[in-house]
């Protein structure tokens, strides 16, 4: 399964602390979509902020095993895309698209 559109791979922005250290070094730190791969999210990244990125690192973040009201559950898994970008490029991500 790959996903059909741009806003199908890049699901949001992370903003945390060490994301915000990151955008000191052009580099932009999102939430992807489990299947997407790096071309597809470069290609992404590209088509919808108009920039050019120069490399994509991906993690995949395991869930945690958590409890509610004494019920045990676990958090879903998600892929977090580092995104360097091109030297002199920004993406502002406190404005929406």
Do not use: C, W
């Amino acid at each position: 399964m790959s996903p059909d559109t741009h806003y199908d791979v890049i699901l949001s922005p992370v903003v945390t602390e060490k994301s915000t250290a990151a955008s000191e070094h052009s580099q932009v730190v999102f939430k992807v979509a489990l299947e997407a791969t790096k071309p597809q999210i470069k290609a992404a990244v590209e088509a919808l902020f108009k920039v050019k990125v120069t490399a994509v690192n991906t993690i995949v973040q395991k869930g945690k095993r958590k409890q509610f009201r004494g019920a045990p559950f676990k958090k879903s898994d998600f892929k977090k895309a580092i995104v360097t970008l091109a030297e002199g490029q920004t993406i502002d991500v406190t404005t929406g698209l």
